[in-house]
């Protein structure tokens, strides 16, 4: 079997997997838990998507693709990377890429690394050790980093 498996954003595994990542966010007015809410597991958002989980369901990736955004950022972004397995994450992220290159072939790939909130002195390590570059940084101070 493969690296990763293709799932529907909404997968219980994946959203739960989510949940545990520092991006993750509930919201206010409860429609996460509002079982009448069929978005309510959706965790990519609003675009061409991939969401990825290891045959073992202990890592998730998932990118997007999104025609208009409002950071000014083009290309096929990482939006949420969960490693909870024993696989080196940057092998999990070279086989990541090879699945959205060939849905997108030739698309830069980018993805944002909130430095305050993971544990690394070197935050968004794993990306930069398979060739992931700094390019900048967002308005509210998040890493943006991406391969080209």
Same mark, same amino acid.
């Given at each position: 079997?493969? %690296?990763?498996?293709? /799932? @529907?954003?909404? =997968?219980?595994?994946?959203?739960?997997?989510? *949940?545990?990542?520092?991006?993750?966010?509930?919201?206010?007015?409860?429609?996460?838990? %509002? &079982?009448?809410?069929?978005?309510?597991?959706?965790?990519v958002g609003p675009g061409e998507k991939m969401v990825l989980l290891t045959p073992d369901e202990d890592?998730? $990736?998932?990118?997007?693709?999104? !025609?208009?955004?409002? %950071?000014?950022?083009?290309?096929?972004?990482? *939006?949420? $990377?969960? =490693?909870?397995?024993?696989?080196? !994450?940057?092998?999990?992220?070279?086989?990541?890429? @090879?699945?959205? $290159?060939?849905?997108?072939?030739?698309?830069?790939?980018?993805?944002? /690394? %909130? !430095?305050?909130?993971?544990?690394?002195?070197?935050?968004?390590?794993? $990306? @930069?050790?398979?060739?992931?570059?700094?390019?900048? &940084?967002s308005q509210k101070g998040l890493l943006i980093l991406e391969k080209t």
């Amino acid at each position: 079997m493969g %690296d990763w498996m293709h /799932v @529907k954003d909404g =997968n219980p595994v994946a959203y739960a997997m989510h *949940t545990r990542h520092y991006s993750h966010r509930g919201y206010s007015d409860g429609r996460r838990d %509002d &079982e009448s809410n069929s978005a309510r597991r959706l965790i990519v958002g609003p675009g061409e998507k991939m969401v990825l989980l290891t045959p073992d369901e202990d890592a998730l $990736f998932a990118w997007r693709r999104c !025609s208009f955004r409002n %950071d000014r950022q083009d290309g096929v972004e990482c *939006t949420v $990377f969960r =490693n909870e397995g024993k696989r080196r !994450s940057s092998e999990l992220i070279l086989s990541a890429e @090879k699945e959205a $290159f060939r849905r997108w072939p030739g698309e830069r790939m980018f993805t944002y /690394v %909130d !430095s305050r909130r993971v544990r690394s002195t070197n935050p968004g390590c794993c $990306f @930069k050790a398979v060739g992931w570059r700094r390019c900048g &940084e967002s308005q509210k101070g998040l890493l943006i980093l991406e391969k080209t």
